[in-house]
């Protein structure tokens, strides 16, 4: 299978370079990006107008929690979780949650995200979704012990029964990632253990630190530490680990995380909306930090735009520093590419030869997108999911455009409304 | 003329209360809402699966500006205007600046904007393409005379005679605004001048007021006072003024705000992008002052997407203040519909009966807007204006299905494009 991509302006390369030419795929990678490539292909799009991008990783997501889009606004996190979020997540089964799932990676393939690291239940069920939407979903099961040792090994059984269901598909497109939900959800005994199976799986980790200053006191007054100290010593921290939000974390930290390799997702919309707080996202990136970019869940966003995730990214930090050239339209647009594709130890996220076949293409022949006077700056400031108009992930179209070519749409749609249904 | 939408889900009255009711248009008015009309209608629009909404109103942009969207970007406001986007703007010929009123027109319509109050230059030629589009324009020249009494007097004749051109129009549609640029730029004589010269047209007026905290320190070092008190001693306060921006006011420029009935037009991308800083948005709506909604020029945004503003707007107060119940979906929605349309003593806003027909009609088949779980959270923290399908301004469909019917977009966007080539 080859497709040729023509005429489209593409951004090449790891500085994402802006250049006027074609791209060539082969099987699942990049074969050749030059000008006025000759070779025949299977399928040949023609880009005149467009703009051809890396896909989008979105680094921290609950992808099946679109079916709670809405349902609660403008509440403090824990009243949220607690009285919204939580009771509602108690009555879904496998079928609601991979009805959810359906919708989350419908979201995604509309809008330019062909890879996500996804934190929920039942990820088997989610794995299978994301397989025939032909999405890449690096998928961890959320484990909660609140320091019971009968649920610690319970979570663990869950973890690993996921785990193999999702090997036993076989597939490089959907991987098991270890979820434990954060330190003060889950006991040490918990995270120890998760740090052990990691190893010996060779899998990545992902975990929520630092979100609010609620959970910065509870881990104080159980642990007198903060909680990258508390992980640092035991053991948890490396470069496998992908740690979502760090809104508060201080100096020490920060060195902390740059010494081990974490990767840090932030999560602009998620953290404004709860007004969880504002992540230190120059004092980690100057520490040489790996920070990502994420929508979180749909509930608490309200959308799994990363279009309009790096805007947020990018705006929120100019205000808070009071300094405008702060998280510049690359710096974020890098984040929400190649950063997220390293955490993943994905060879992604580029627009380049040897790389993943990734990619998306996004219409120009728009009001908002002209003049075309820089792709970057309209990718981050002006564009959003909806001007995606084609989707590839690995050499696979997936979305040609606007028509999803993998999903039922329109029965995608109905099930999430007959599920909502179903729970209230 | 008559409109007949059927089988919406329609956002109705002061309350935004949701019902599913058919609306009837005839001429520019609303004449009923309720379920099953059976009048015959010129025109009958299916919204079956969509949300029939206000129109936006925006109440702060400078139209022509998208022409050097992503011209210049991650810089200071001072350095971004001297050394970017003045220079630029100094070439503007009337032909160019209504290349860019088209495009923003445009690109309002496709958003779901039907009014807005414009700053620029060569608004007559403005109004035209705004007569043209079939959006309502308030369109101010924007003065600035540098304390040079040869300056203002030129600047009062320019103001005088666009307002002459844009009333000779003889639209209900476009209307003359006066639009001093900001008190540090214009002398007490100017600011005085256009005072009484509002009072004698009866015209609205709008001017930038406490931007940034550079003005601040610039006003304070030339009269020894807020910007706010220092309008307020020269008696140019009044209900007729709607006010960009407010970002820095103290208790008392706040007091002084809500005591003449002033409207504060917020601008949160472009105070986020310029890190101009964040308006004190729960303190003015505790003090009864009007707010409004506006997205600034394309240049410091980079669109002119008011549900993307409405999102952004609701993110930053909560998170600037920690506090995540403030600035919740309603209060921003009534801020981009209601509270403009007030400031600008427009019958609109709002859709019940013997309102104006300014409304827009909202795709919601689309999976970041599913399951329908709650339509108003649902357009300000999922929607981007793409999900605009319809727009109706004054009793006139203007966008039907996303095809805009008054314009012609391709050669609009050509000339856009071959206007900016023009400037390089």
């Given amino acids: 299978m080859s497709i040729l991509i023509r005429n489209g302006r593409v951004i090449y390369g790891e500085n994402f370079e802006v250049i006027r030419a074609d791209v060539l795929i082969e099987g699942n990678r990049i074969a050749k990006v030059s000008k006025d490539i000759n070779e025949a292909a299977d399928t040949v799009i023609d880009a005149k107008g467009r703009v051809v991008s890396p896909g989008f990783v979105n680094l921290h997501t609950h992808s099946p929690m679109g079916l709670l889009r809405g349902l609660a606004d403008d509440l403090p996190l824990m009243d949220w979780l607690q009285n919204h979020i939580w009771p509602r997540e108690a009555k879904l089964t496998r079928e609601h949650i991979k009805a959810g799932a359906y919708l989350g990676a419908l979201e995604m393939i ?49 973890a690993l029964r996921e785990r193999k ?35 010996e799986h060779n899998s ?63 999560n602009p919309a998620s953290n404004m909306k709860l007004a969880s707080g504002v992540m230190p996202l120059q004092r980690l990136l100057n520490a040489g930090v790996n920070v990502g970019l994420g929508t979180d869940g749909a509930a608490s966003n309200n959308n799994l735009d990363m279009l309009e995730e790096m805007k947020l990214a990018a705006l929120l930090h100019k205000v808070h520093t009071l300094d405008p050239t702060v998280a510049d339209a690359k710096t974020v647009f890098r984040m929400a590419t190649i950063n997220g594709a390293r ?76 599920t909502i249904e179903k729970l209230a």
């Fill in 204 to 266: 990545l980790i992902t975990i929520h630190v630092s979100e609010t200053m609620a959970e910065l006191g509870k881990i104080q007054e159980r642990y007198g530490k903060s909680p990258v100290v508390l992980l640092d010593e035991i053991g948890f921290l490396g470069s496998d680990l992908i740690m979502a939000h760090g809104v508060w974390l201080d100096s020490r930290d920060i060195q902390i995380l740059a010494r081990h390799g974490v990767t840090v997702a932030h």
């Fill in 343 to 418: 955490a993943l130890r994905l060879n992604a996220g580029v627009i380049k030869e040897d790389y993943l076949a990734d990619m998306i293409i996004i219409d120009f022949n728009r009001p908002h997108l002209r003049p075309v006077n820089n792709v970057i700056s309209h990718l981050v400031y002006s564009a959003s999911g909806n001007d995606v108009e084609t989707t590839i992930v690995d050499g696979k179209i997936i979305m040609l455009d606007r028509e999803v070519l993998t999903l039922d749409e329109e029965r995608i749609l109905d099930g999430a409304e007959k």
């Fill in 165 to 199: 269901a999702i090997e036993d598909l076989n597939s490089d497109r959907v991987h098991f990632v270890f979820g434990p939900h954060a330190p003060y959800t889950c006991s040490l005994a918990l995270l120890k253990e998760v740090r052990k199976l990691a190893n």
């Fill in 110 to 158: 509309k809008t330019g995200t062909t890879a996500f690291l996804d934190m929920y239940f039942q990820m088997d069920a989610v794995a299978e979704a994301v397989l025939e939407a032909g999405l890449r979903g690096y998928l961890s099961y959320g484990m909660i012990d609140l320091g019971d040792p009968e649920k610690t090994g319970n979570e663990i059984k869950e």
